[in-house]
Every structure is written in C-alpha cells, then in structure tokens.
C-alpha cells in the first residue's frame, strides 16, 4: 500500500471529526443491493520488485523493434528518440500537471502548447494549428466533420488510398452518426471535402494543385492527410488545403503499440471558430507582460454543452511536449536532413530488393516507404520473415508487400532482409 | 524576455533565440544527390535551429511555471489528481511494449495481446461488465464509443426510433456534447434540491412525449454525481429506464469513489467508460494522453467497438475483427488504442491490488468528508446537511459573496497560496460551485494545511480584504491574463514581427 499516505491514527481522528462509526457508515447512500460483498476475484497487493518481474515477463513474449531488422511502416514508423526528449517528459512539471485551465500556474504547459502550434503550422503550411488531437485517424474523421459543418453537405470523397484503418474509423464514426456518405473519387455539389492522403497508404506522394482545382469546380474543400510528418522535410507543403492533419508520432514518440501517438490538426485562419480541440492563444497578464492561455473555448464542450464543434476534451498534451523538443532539437536543417536519410534508406532498400529474382518495385515515387510485388503471397511471406526475426512490412492484398526504411535502417539491416527473403522466395 | 531573477526566469520563444549554425542533433551526412519523390524538395519552412544544450534549458526553463501533483495538492473535483508511481513510466517504456508496432504479426506480440486481455479481465471485475473494449482514447472518446454503443443496440434490434437521451443538468458537458454527435436529442433533468436526481423528476422525463418511454435511448448519468453524492434513488430509476426499454450509460469519471468496494452494474449500468488517467493513474501530463476503455454487459458487448482481444482455446491471444462480430458498430480509433496507458494502468492496479483499491475508495470518500465537515461553517455546503458525501465536496461562495469575494477569486487566492484551486463553477446546479476532491494520496498533514488556507481565505473575506483578492495572483510567473483579448484577435502561432 506503498501509494497510500494515510496512518490507521490519521484514519480514526477523520472518522471523529466527521462524526462517523465507520468508513462503511460514509458509504451508507448506497443500497444494500448496490454493495459488492463478496471478495473481488483479483489478487492483493504487490510489490514494486514483483509487479515488475511480472510486466517484464510480458514485455519479453514481444519481438521489439530493437530486436529484429524492422521494415513495418504503414502509418507508425520507428524512429530515434533523442534522450533530451524523454528526459523533459519525464519532468514532474510537465508530467503530472493537469490541463491548463489556471494559466497563471501552467504558463510551461501554455507556451509549449504554442510552440508546438507553430511547429504544425509552419510544416504543413497552413496559418493555424490547434493543441492535438488523439491520434491521426481521429484527427482525420475531425476535419471530414468540419468540413461537413463548413459546407453543410454530407458526402465525403476518398481521393488517394487512405490508410485502411483510418477508413475503417472514418466509416464506423459516419455510419454511426447519421446519414452520411463517404465514397472513393472525384467530388461533386453534394461533397463537403476531398480526403487526400499523402503520401497515400501505398506510398506515393500527391500533387495537391489537381486536386485543389477539382475541389474549387464544386465548393468542397480539401483536406490533406499526412501519416508520416517525416516527409514534410522531403516534400512541399499541401499550403493548397483547407485542412490538414494526420499523425506526427514518428517525432518524439516510440510506436507503443499503436498509441499514445499525437494527431495534428491544421487549416486556414479563416475556419478557427469550426476547428475541435483545444487551442492557445498569446495575450497579456495584468502587468502587461506577454502570456498564453486556451481560448475560443466557447467551441468546447465544457462551455457548449450539446452545441459544441466536438465532444472532445483533451488533447494529447505530454506528446505534442514530445514532439515539440524533438523538433527544437532537429531544428530547420537537421528535420530536412533527417527526411533525406529516410528517403535515402528507402532508396537503397528498394535498389536492394529489385535485384531479388521475381521481385518489382511498385512505386515511380516515394517517400520511405513503397509496394513490392513478390513471386509469393504476402501474408505468408511475412510469417516466414517473423520466424526468421525479421519484422518484413505489412502484407497487402495477394502478393503485394509495403515496405519502409528509416533512419534507423542500417545497411546490415537490409543485407539480412534481401538474404532470408531471397531464401524465402 | 529572458533572464532571471533569483530563481524566477523568464524564457522567450524558440523563433525569438538567436539561432546556431547547427542543429541540436548529429545527424549522418546526406549521400543521395538526386529525390524519387517526384517532387521538388522542400523550400525553407522557417523552423528555428539551436544546440542541444539550449534546447534543454529552453524547456527546463519552461517546466518551472508549472504547478503539477509532484508539486502540492491538487484538490480538482472530477479531475482526481493523485499521485503517478514512477514504476508505471519505467514499465511503459520497456522495449517490447514500447518498441512494437501495432501491424506485426500477432505472433510477434502476444506478450502485447496478453497484457490486455488482463486489464480486460480486471475492469470486467471491478465493474461487473464483463464486456470491455480498450480502445476509446480519452473519457470523451469513451463516451462516444459507449453512446454509440446503444445507439447501435437500439438499431440492430429495430429500435431505432429512440432518439433521446436523458442526461441531469449537473452532467459533464461532454455528456450532452457526445449525444447529439450521436444524433440524438437531449433532455435535461434539473437536480433536485438533494443535489440528486429524483424518481419524480426522472419519470416526467422518461413519459413526457411517449407514455411508455419508447422513444427514450438511454440515459447518461454520473454516480457518484458532479454533486459528490451518490444516486440514493438510482436502483429504482435504472428498473424503470430498463422497463421503458432504455440503456443507462454511466459517465465513469468518478469511479475512484467506488474502485474495489462497488461495482457499478449492481446499480444498473449497462455501458460505461473508465477513465483510466484518474482512478488508475496514469499522468495527464499537461493535458493527455488519456485512455477511455469501455466496459458494458453480455448484451450490449455484441454491439461494443472492436477489436477487443480474445483468448483462443490454444492459450494465444488474438484481435477480434468484425468477421467474429457482425454486430459490433466497427472502429473508432486507428490499432487497438492508446497501449502505452494500458501498461501504466495494470501495473498501478497490480501494485494496489484487490485489497489496496478497496482502500482507494475508502480513504478517497474518508479525505472529501473530512474536507466537507471542516469547511461547511466558513463556506456554504449546499448538501453538507444531509448527510456524507462521496469522493468530493460542494461548497459554494454564497457567504464570500456577500464581501464581493467570488469563486474566481477564492481560486486565484489559492494559486496565490501555492494550491491548484479545486473544480469552480461547475457542476452548474449553483451559482459559484467549487468542486474538491483530494484523492487518496494525500496524508492529514497535507489538508489539514489546505483547510487552513481555506479557513483564512474565509476569515481575510469576511474581513473586507476583497480589492487584496482581485488582484491575486501576485507571485506566480503571471498576474491575471485576459482571456478576452486573447480571444478578440487571436494570436495562435509565433509569427515574425520585422
């Protein structure tokens, strides 16, 4: 009971100011029938030696990608993580702080915030960026609902191959709503945006002015996702969207099994007042000194109620602090440079492979990550690669294989890989 | 902007620093000469550039404006700020949990499957809803997963002229929020003088447009409530909810005053959501990430998000899909949530264990009664009079009122004291409500210190001392910020000023 710091003294002394006989009698609103009785089928407390033996055991079972040559993107990539990032995370300051609602106690939370705004909004060139959003899928499904209360139409097109798990949730959340529509291709009058993901799932980046053209032929606005933030080091910015958000875990987080990871959310000055989520806003203290504190919150729930932009109440604070120091640490040079090392793993992977008999790349163009055709269905060629310690890429439909390269690709890492899947082919 | 004085620092933006000619990281040099993007590369996009010794002060710097739980007590009502064991972090971040990707081969994870299928089985057991689905998350997104949820339910079974839910007016504002992004029609019912819901004021709500209540979807109720009172009368609301063919979602928010000694389906719950960064602890970090997991009953689990992981007869584990349920209403978050919570959290429940939650609970609601019975002369407690309260207490300013001292500033005296104020204007019932809930992890010793403080900010305004309290905060990093100049032209990102 090492979490808890009362004493059976302190305990009683409380009972006699309250004036109760027990701490059951402070429970007595509950009914009889309401009470639980019987013993919990759980196990008691334990130590902090044991707790960690157990979880490390777990932890064990899993082929970690610091294990293995790992050649897995499709939205969640391995990166490095400066030691500085993980470090300031870890700050009590930052760590167990709460929302900042006083901002006279959490102005480090509120200037972050603000900083990690102009972060997105300088990526993605776009004027405005708000406080994060859950993760990239959610975020994707936030901007096709904005559009929709933009425009007041209902239909969402699907303009590049969306991530299929994005889609997946784009679907569940639209069927699940009301009567809303979201179909692959070209907008019409009734469509509220076009969703265009680039580098699209395959891995081939878009060219946002087609688009924007075939967006303004009809009044839908363009929302560009982006699942690999890396690549707006590489690539121009989609400046031609309306909205543009997606996952930017691939700066300052590890991949964690799918999350927490850090959605961004970014769009034209002139839509602020549709945006969900929280933003910071730069104002001034009662001294006239420079300050930060959420605002438009009358978007909001806690404000709204049943008329809020969104549901939402949080964001993924300790991420986007993540992701801020990572990219004051790479800087203007070092994030560009760091998005041509993973172009150029991803070039040498793909030299690499095309020399395997029977295998083809492909992808003209991409950014780290491409399809490969095999002579051999994908999904079995990923298991052998498993059983032989090599985490090989997500297996598309039939032979199709994707493939991405990092950073952190070394070129004994891909030696191995053309090796055992030489071998396995 | 910078500079300090004593240990009081001011700290400019990142953009404002005079930037070095390398970056804060080394980096190998750049081989390749020609791009396959098919692109032009990327002009400049105006990102700062500084050292990695800058860019630590920078935000070491930063983190001493912070008040945080390491720091003091956090008495936040519905927030439940307790203290984050550093073993949680350690376990998060071992490399095969935090170095695996949700798209390997279930094979090369199962250690992964398997830690969730536990916490699984422990929400099941502690809520009594053995249907549980990790997935939402945050509180809110586990709000909608469980709204949808019925409104799925209602649908598959032909239901689906239920359109409204009904919600008490002291709800969380995500409740309603949630319903009508759902595409439902919310009906507000007024708390009872009680501070609670009562059996008249839920029947007029659940007959008012049908007499049997088939177009009633389901209610969404917190209990313990934003009152700090338990539901007295919600065994025999929940019965008539079920009549009338109705769900009752429970807002899970304040389950730490119930963890280990009462499991909310024996109330009547059919969905509910935990938030897993209050009652187990897992760090708001400034404002997430949190984690949101769902638990509902058999029925309603047919209906629930997938994937949820499942044990086969082989010992493995595995992710449902919609293949293995039809029914389900599909997926509301990309993977299978925000795993890393998931570590934290089971770690925190196995270090406390069956008979370690039962005392959360209890010390929780021993702590908030202690609160309430100490302050209820020197401040208006609406339901003091009637009776415990649960894991939080409701005072409200009307006495401070009276000496034009307000709730606004009976927080920021207490900012100006070196407390995080509690929970204020909310719940919504009464003008001027301030919302405490201490949470377990703090000794006698710590808020006896804190009604001290309250006891002389009732005391200074009784005295007069209110022109002293508009002006507080005066030694924090800031004074008073206006919020409304911030909100008339909003300035959102640093953008250079020649």
Known sequence: MRYLPQTQNARKEMLKTVGATSVDALFRDIPEEARHDKPFDLP????????????????????????????????????????????????????????????????????????????????????????SLYCGSTATVEAALMAMRITKRNKIAIGSVLHPEYRKVMDSYMSNLSDRVVFDGEP?????????????????????????????????????????????????????????????????????????HLGFFSCKEKYIRQMPGRLCGMTEDADGRRGFVLTLSTREQHIRRDKATSNICTNQGLCALAFTVHMGLLGEDGFKQLALLNHQSACKLADALSLIDGVDI??????????????????????????????????????????????????EDIEEFVHVLSEIL | ?????????????????????????????????????????????????????????????????????????????????????????????????????????????????ELMHELQSWLGELTGLPGVCLTPAAGAHGELAGVMTIRRAHEVNGQAQRKIILTPDSSHGTNPATAVMCGFEVRSMPTSETGCLSVEVFKEALYKTDPNGADI??????????????????????????????????????????????????????????????????????????????????????YMPVPNVVKEDDGSYRRETMEDRPTSLGTLKAFQGQFGMHVRALSYMKSHGADGLKQVSEDAVLNANYILRSLCDDYHAPYADNGPCMHEALLTDKKQKQHDVTTLDIAKALVEYGYHPMTVYFPL????????????????????????TMKKIAQDAQEGKAEEFHNFPQSTPRKRLDEVKAARQPTLSWKHVA
């Open chain 2, 217 to 302: 979807a389901g209610m969404m109720v917190t209990n313990p409530n934003t009152c700090g009172l338990f539901e007295k009368e919600i065994l025999e609301i929940s019965k008539l909810l079920h009549d009338a063919g109705g769900y009752f979602y429970c807002d899970g928010a304040n389950f730490n005053a119930l963890v280990g000694k009462v499991r909310p389906a024996d109330f009547g719950v059919d969905v509910m959501h935990i938030n897993l960064h209050k009652t187990f602890s897992t760090p708001h970090g400034g404002g997430g990430p949190g984690s949101g997991p769902i638990c509902c009953t058999e029925e309603l689990a047919k």
């Open chain 1, 44 to 131: 008691n407390h334990q130590g902090e030696l044991q707790v960690e033996r157990d979880l490390s055991a777990l932890s064990e079972k899993n082929i970690s990608a610091q294990d293995a040559p790992f050649f897995l993107g499709a939205g969640v990539y391995y990166h490095h993580v400066p030691s500085s990032v993980d470090y300031i995370i870890q700050r009590s300051e930052f760590l167990t702080a709460y929302t900042p609602y006083q901002p006279e106690i959490a102005q480090g939370t509120l200037q972050v915030i603000f900083e990690y705004q102009t972060f997105i909004a300088k990526l993605t060139g776009q004027e405005v960026a708000n406080a």
């Open chain 2, 429 to 452: 019932v009464l003008p001027g409500t301030m919302l405490i809930e201490p949470t377990e992890t703090e000794s006698k010793d710590s808020i006896d210190r804190f009604v001290t």
């Open chain 1, 188 to 260: 019409d009058e009734e469509t509220a945006c076009v969703i265009l993901q680039s580098p699209d799932f395959f891995g081939n980046p878009q060219k946002y002015d087609e688009w924007r053209q075939k967006c303004d032929a009809v009044g839908a606005l363009l929302v560009v996702v982006i699942n690999e933030i890396v690549s707006l080091g590489a690539l121009p910015p989609p400046a031609q969207a309306d909205i543009v958000c997606g996952e930017a875990q691939s700066i300052g987080l590890p991949m964690s099994f799918g999350g927490p």
């Open chain 2, 1 to 113: 902007m910078d500079g300090n004085r004593g240990l009081h620092y001011e700290e400019n933006l990142l953009w404002e620093k005079e930037y070095s000619d390398h970056p804060g990281v080394d980096l190998p040099p750049v081989e390749i000469t020609s791009l396959r993007t098919g692109q032009d590369a990327r002009e400049t996009i105006g990102l700062p550039q500084l050292s990695e010794p800058q860019v630590l002060r920078h935000f070491v710097r930063m983190s001493t404006w912070n008040y945080s739980i390491d720091h003091g007590f956090f008495p936040l009502g519905s927030c439940t700020m307790k203290h984050n064991p550093r073993l949680n972090e350690k376990l998060a971040r071992l490399k095969g949990f935090a170095h695996i990707h949700p798209m390997q081969s279930e094979s090369t994870v199962q250690g992964a499957l």
């Open chain 1, 362 to 411: 492909e992808n003209t163009n991409f950014f780290n990550e491409f399809v490969v055709t095999l002579p051999k269905d994908s999904s079995v060629v990923v298991e052998d690669l498993a059983t032989a310690g090599i985490i090989g890429g997500y297996a598309l439909d039939g032979n199709r294989l994707l493939v991405a390269a990092t950073e952190m690709t070394t070129d």
